[in-house]
């Protein structure tokens, strides 16, 4: 059982260029987030999904956009990179609230992106 | 009012010590608090939970105490082991679809 899959693992962009951080999970949730990790400041929300085909924007979405085309995909898009957004961005997925487990979300391994 | 804010930043602890990490809330209608525990290079994983309607939740040699009239809740690993060094989080909700997580404690337990 795979979990929460993010690709690429590392990646290093140069200012102003473009790409898309891939999540997969196998769990059929359906709650996906995506979240940056920066030393001191914990973990931000950028944009989350409750399902198939909607988005919404969390705590720091400007820069970044993102897609739920099929369940068990959510992308994250940086259409013009800069080096504020260099970090380390997590994908997680969870059941709906009404589920008794309650919100546990899963969290991938992380993907390293440095912007030069 | 959304934030959780947690303390200390770092902690260094002697094995077979307490490590005791603190959080604070202003929100009360935050009805679930989970800490989570983060190995380098990996992404963080639930921990530990609790609802407000109970004082201590106990899971081996993690507990998590509670203090609904002081808004605090508080982490304690007892007899720490080097294998407990790890970056942890608190978090917070409330029916919504979005977990506050604090700013996080790094934790190192030297033998």
């Known amino acids: 059982n795979a979990g929460v899959t993010q690709t690429p693992k590392f990646r290093v962009l140069k200012t102003g260029q473009s790409m898309t951080l891939l999540c997969a999970q196998d769990m059929n949730h359906e709650y996906m987030y995506w979240y940056r990790q920066d030393p001191g400041m914990g973990l931000r929300l950028i944009h989350y999904s409750v399902g198939e085909g909607t988005t919404a924007k969390g705590e720091v979405p400007d820069g970044y956009n993102v897609s739920r085309l099929k369940k068990q995909n959510f992308l994250l898009g940086l259409e013009s990179a800069a080096p504020s957004q260099t970090s380390v961005y997590f994908c997680?997925?969870?059941?709906?609230?009404?589920?008794?487990?309650?919100?546990?979300?899963?969290f991938g391994a992380g993907t390293r992106l440095s912007v030069l | 009012q959304q934030q959780v804010k947690q303390s200390p930043q770092s902690l260094i602890v002697q094995k077979g010590g307490i490590s005791i990490i603190n959080c604070a809330y202003e929100?009360?209608?935050?009805?679930?608090f989970p800490w989570y525990q983060q190995f380098p290079g990996k992404g963080p994983a639930l921990l530990i939970a609790?609802?407000?309607?109970?004082s201590e939740k106990k899971e081996g040699r993690f507990t998590i105490s509670f203090n609904k009239s002081a808004k605090q809740f508080s982490l304690h690993i007892m007899d720490s082991q080097p294998g407990d060094s790890a970056t942890y989080f608190c978090a917070a909700t409330y029916n919504t679809d979005k977990l506050i997580f604090g700013t996080g404690t790094r934790l190192q337990v030297f033998p």
């Open positions: 997680a997925s969870s059941y709906p609230l009404g589920n008794r487990v309650r919100n546990i979300q899963y």
């Open positions: 609790i609802r407000p309607d109970v």
């Open positions: 929100n009360t209608a935050f009805d679930y």
